[in-house]
């Protein structure tokens, strides 16, 4: 049978790049990419869905015989806490209406993602094992553990083939922060090849777990194309890169950037990350679909600074240092 994908907030910083990577896959016909707004310059079939409106998806899916569904349209950790209530109503009233949906047209498999979100101060924050116990502190990580639980249900109950991975912090070049706590890692780097001052909002010892958007999207891949019977998770797979700090990150930056100046305002976000892992252990992803991250924090800031040069047409050979 033909691999029809619908992404679901294709606009997104992860959906963006990911519907690039399915068209290559699958080809541009076979891609439809979806979200409240339409993308501008879009090179391939776009749907404007929002996706309150289960109606919409399931027309959406009829229209093109849809198989496969990537549910990414959610509002994330740290805008999130601005509107609790707002936050849970649309983050699980979407995830209901996807899950309906893919259940009644037989919808052969579904994408979910979860985050680090989901833990709390209940699990280690070093190595935090996959069945850690879940005791998130944001209306996010409430809504990402909720529909873990959800996830599992509709496998086994109807069968629903759907899959979920708990991202890290990821970081790319290909678009602007979107409101998590972890964005600090990719404006960051936009502050430094613009030469701008950077006002970081966690502590400088404050640890997180990352991953690299290319690491990202292959291990989303990778997982939708395992095999059904290796998944022996059915909430979500822990998936690690790489652990860091905003001083880690300075110290590399400033190997090319030796002038960076970087100003440290902790706010809520810091009391968000304090009760996040500082690492993770994804065994089980490795053990299952032969998970492993390509990216170290030395590789991801030597991509990110010559991407975001070419992106902001900076000379690559000479560039004016901010002075301290």
């Known amino acids: 049978m033909k691999t029809v994908v619908l992404i679901i907030g294709a606009n997104g910083q992860l959906g963006s790049v990911l519907t690039e990577s399915l068209q290559h896959k699958h080809g541009k016909d076979n891609v439809i990419a979806s979200d409240l707004h339409q993308r501008k310059s879009f090179d391939g079939i776009f749907e404007v869905i929002d996706a309150t409106d289960k109606v919409r998806i399931q027309n959406v899916v009829t229209k093109y015989n849809v198989t496969q569904i990537y549910h990414l349209a959610a509002i994330l950790s740290a805008k999130g806490e601005e509107n609790p209530l707002q936050t849970w109503d649309i983050n699980m009233k979407t995830l209901f209406n996807v899950l309906e949906v893919s259940r009644l047209s037989n919808i052969e498999r579904v994408f979910f993602p979860s985050s680090i979100a989901v833990f709390g101060e209940g699990a280690p924050l070093s190595q935090t094992p996959n069945d850690a116990y879940l005791d998130p502190a944001t209306v996010y990580g409430i809504s990402k553990a909720a529909g873990e639980n959800w996830a599992q249900y509709y ?33 960051i780097y936009h502050k430094a090849v613009l030469e ?27 997982l939708m194309e395992a095999p059904k019977e290796n998944i022996t998770v059915r909430t979500s797979y822990n998936i690690a890169g790489i652990s860091f700090s905003p001083a880690e990150v300075v110290e590399e930056i400033r190997k090319l950037y ?12 810091q009391d968000i990350a304090s009760r996040w892992p500082k690492s993770i252990d994804d065994t089980t992803a490795k053990k299952d679909w032969g998970w492993k991250p390509e990216f170290d924090l030395e590789s ?15 000379d690559s050979k000479s560039h004016n240092t901010l002075l301290l």
């Open 155 to 187: 496998f086994l109950k109807y069968g629903l083939d759907i899959r979920s991975i708990r991202y890290p912090g990821v970081i790319g070049y290909q678009s602007l922060p979107g409101g998590g706590t972890t964005d600090y890692a990719v404006d």
């Open 196 to 222: 701008q001052q950077f006002d970081c909002f966690l502590k400088e010892d404050a640890t997180l777990p990352m991953i690299f958007m290319e690491d990202a999207i292959r291990a989303t891949i990778e």
């Open 300 to 314: 991801i800031t030597a991509t990110m600074i010559q991407k975001l040069k070419q992106q902001y047409k900076i």
């Open 258 to 269: 030796p002038n960076f100046v970087v100003k440290y305002t902790p706010d809520f976000r």
